[in-house]
């Protein structure tokens, strides 16, 4: 058992310990007297056991000299010799009635009995003891009740029989030898019959007590011994001799030792009632003494519970003792405690380097102006950029660099009003308008920017200050701190984007980047289900007029969001890495669909965009040839020419490897990027489109018309057909037709479609293909 209070605690151990001792001195008290009690026992029941040997041998040695006086007799010899019945009846009866027997008789050596009916005993085995033994004498049963016999021999002059006297054992003559004790002890005769030890009341003996008077009778035991039957007795078992040798017989003297410990019993009761009451006034005592001791500690307990919870407290020392030491202690401990942690405070809410506030200090700020906003009103930050940073830095020094952004919040803290500022960055300091209306900061911050930037002296020498402003603003229920710092530092980043001074948060231009994050993991599952799917744009030989190519396109229709750009999920999946498992698909289904194109009779060239990501990957590159070579498909993969500067050796070698497999190689969007004719010499491919930005202004006039007509001679000297994206006149058809350029595509063709689509289109195309007139005029 637990107990929670000290108190209780101090109670229960000084009044247990108490009861403990009482209790060894009333275990010991009660052993005392029980020793002594069973000392005094032992010694009455000692006492009359000899007072018992004693009566025993005065009234054997009297039956005796009777028995022997009657059979000396010499008219009473004579009477038995001649069979006179009557004559020895009344010699034995008067003699039984003088000495008070309770039996005289004779047993004649013919087994006559005269004086008591033979059916009474054991004839037999009274007569065979007789005859064993002159002068027998011993413990007898005579009618189930033991009788202690003495005998005499009848001589005429030969033996002619034996008088027997019998004095009866029975409850009369123990209760006189009870008597004779001073203690009142119980006195029982044990005969052996037939195995058990019987009582002179007939009733056999309990086990324990017949097995007990056995071994003492066996071992013969003088000294009383303890008994536990069922009632702890002292026992003193004194044998006596059985007039049949092969029987026995005991005297038992019991007395119980509860009556022996009666005369104690109250001297116990009262040893009993002083304990319980001395028991209840050490309980008191130490109840109240605990509760002097447990006062001043429960106050501590408390007092520091208060402290854990971070308030203000002490403890009122009323004491100077170990308790009054400890409070002081205690005391001691609190104020130093709230020393370091108003250190700590500070610390943890401001930069080590700069002492300025750090942004847990600004996000509690602007927590706690938020919580007092008025509807209608608005928290203004700003995080202003420190442009250049890295440059300054590593011209000045970091701990000059630090002094100087120390430097710069304390000029925007003195020319702004009220304004707090922090440090968020290492480079970037955020500020917490006093103005809530972000209309008014923006009007101000006109009056102060240029101040901000004059140069700030560091060790002597001016330095030159760049800075960028990105301000956002909530109300109330818009924002919490955090994701307000979070849309100061994108504003601040699309400030320097847009290269302007000041910018304040623009969603639409931030749009929705966490609906983005979902959705790579939305066109996973769209891959693995087939929700992606190809349409195809037709590619129109310019000089036959058949369409003799497609180039498949990935197309997206979100079941929520609706249709999807490409260049929207294609170049997340670059970034992501996503880019390997989407260009699978697109193969798959490319050469799927040109699989069914052939079934109907079209059999076209169909281009796959391969990323400039998946150009330097031996891995893809074994997979897609391994896919191409085992259905047979016409695919040509169309790859950037900038696609091989990330590692040109690496790249150079697997779009080798594509080509020397079969499969022809396109250089797409040639003149968008960084055109190098180092790379386009290198580049084994078979053919070269030009970017649509050249093509849509071919007709206009200027110098496109001129880069066409140059790049389209340049292939065609470098062995590859060249291919128009972005046709979309046929003006502009004409002047590709006479510029030599092998192939078009666009619009004015055909618009990306669906593969039923364009089953239908190729089954049903003509074009008539500009004259030469037409050309010239173009």
């Given amino acids: ?190 005969d052996q019959r037939g195995g058990q030890w019987i009582s002179a009341d007939r009733a056999p003996a309990n086990t324990v007590l017949a097995g007990f008077v056995g071994k003492a009778v066996r071992d013969k035991l003088r000294e009383p011994t303890m008994l536990r039957d069922g009632a702890d007795s002292l026992v003193l078992v004194k044998p006596i001799r059985a007039l049949d040798k092969a029987s026995g017989a005991a005297l038992v003297l019991r007395y119980p030792m509860a009556q022996a410990m009666a005369p104690y019993r109250p001297l116990m009761a009262a040893v009993l009632a002083v304990g319980l009451i001395g028991a209840a006034l050490v309980a008191a005592a130490s109840w109240a003494l605990s509760r002097g001791l447990a006062k001043p500690i429960t106050a501590l307990d408390v007092a520091a519970r208060r402290l854990q919870r971070g308030e203000d407290v002490s403890v009122e020392v009323t004491t100077r003792d170990e308790i009054g030491r400890l409070a002081e202690s205690f005391n001691l401990m609190a104020g130093e405690i709230r020393q370091r942690e108003a250190e700590m405070t500070r610390q943890a809410l401001h930069d080590g380097e700069t002492g300025l506030p750090n942004r847990r200090a600004l996000e509690r700020a602007i927590e706690a102006r938020l919580a007092t906003l008025a509807p209608g009103e608005q928290v203004v930050i700003s995080a202003i950029g420190f442009d250049r940073f890295p440059a300054v830095r590593a011209a000045i020094g970091y701990e000059l660099a630090t002094e100087l952004v120390a430097k710069l919040g304390q000029r925007v803290a003195d020319t702004v009003p009220g304004v707090t500022v922090g440090r968020l960055t290492t480079s970037i300091l955020c500020t917490l308008s006093a103005t809530n209306d972000l209309d008014g900061v923006l009007r101000r911050a006109d009056g102060f920017l240029a101040g901000l930037e004059t140069p700030i002296l560091i060790g002597g020498e001016p330095v030159d200050v760049h800075i960028t402003h990105g301000v956002a603003a909530t109300s109330v229920d818009d924002l919490d701190a955090a994701r307000l710092i979070e849309r100061a530092l994108i504003a601040l980043d699309q400030a320097r984007a847009a290269h302007k001074k000041l910018m304040v948060f623009d969603p639409v231009v931030y749009g929705d980047p966490a609906a983005n994050l979902s959705l790579m993991s939305e066109m996973l599952e769209a891959v693995r289900k087939g929700d992606l799917f190809l349409n195809h744009q037709p590619k129109l030989d310019l000089r036959t007029g058949a369409v003799t190519g497609v180039e498949a396109l990935a197309r997206w229709n979100h079941p929520t969001r609706g249709y999807i750009r490409p260049d929207l999920f294609v170049g997340m999946a670059e970034e992501t890495g996503h880019i390997r498992v989407l260009t699978d698909y697109v193969l798959a289904q490319a050469i799927e669909d040109q699989a069914r194109l052939r079934a109907a009779g079209h059999d076209v060239m169909m281009s796959v965009n391969i990323s400039g990501r998946l150009i330097d990957d031996s891995d893809f590159a074994e997979y897609a040839i391994a896919e191409v070579t085992a259905a047979g498909a016409r695919l040509c993969f169309e790859i950037t020419e900038t696609a091989v500067i990330g590692n040109p050796d690496v790249a150079l070698a697997v779009i080798e490897r594509i080509a020397g497999a079969g499969i022809p190689i396109s250089i797409d969007d040639y003149g968008s990027g960084l055109s190098s004719l180092a790379y386009l010499k290198q580049i084994r491919a078979d053919e070269l489109k030009i970017d649509k930005a050249f093509v849509m202004t071919l007709t206009s006039g200027g110098k496109d018309a001129l880069l066409v007509k140059s790049t389209v001679d340049l292939a065609h000297s470098l062995g590859m057909k060249v291919t128009a994206e972005g046709v979309e006149t046929r003006e502009a058809l004409a002047a590709l037709q006479l510029m030599g350029c092998d192939l078009a595509q666009g619009y004015h063709i055909a618009k990306p479609m669906s593969l039923e689509q364009l089953v239908d289109f190729l089954g049903s195309w003509s074009i008539e293909l500009p004259s030469d007139e037409a050309r010239r005029t173009a």
């Fill in 1 to 190: 058992m637990t107990f929670k209070r000290l108190q209780t605690k101090l109670t229960v151990l000084y009044a247990g310990l108490f009861a403990l001792a009482l209790s060894l001195v009333a275990v010991t008290v009660y052993v005392a007297i029980a020793n002594n009690a069973q000392r005094a026992v032992r010694q009455e029941l000692a006492a009359s056991g000899t007072v018992f040997d004693r009566v025993w041998a005065l009234r054997t040695q009297r039956l005796h000299d009777g028995a022997e006086l009657l059979s000396r007799d010499f008219g009473f010899r004579a009477a038995v010799a001649t069979h006179d019945r009557p004559t020895v009846e009344s010699a034995v009866a008067n003699l039984r009635q003088r000495l008070g027997l309770d039996l005289a008789f004779t047993v004649g050596v013919d087994g006559d009995v005269v004086g008591l009916d033979p059916g009474r005993l054991d004839l037999e085995k009274l007569w065979a003891a007789l005859d064993a033994e002159d002068g027998a004498q011993g413990v007898f049963a005579i009618d189930g009740q033991p009788y202690q016999l003495i005998s005499a021999p009848i001589l005429s002059p030969t033996l002619t029989g034996w008088v027997v006297f019998a004095a009866k054992l029975d409850e009369p003559e123990m209760q006189a030898l009870e008597k004779l004790s001073a203690i009142g002890l119980d006195a029982q005769v044990f």
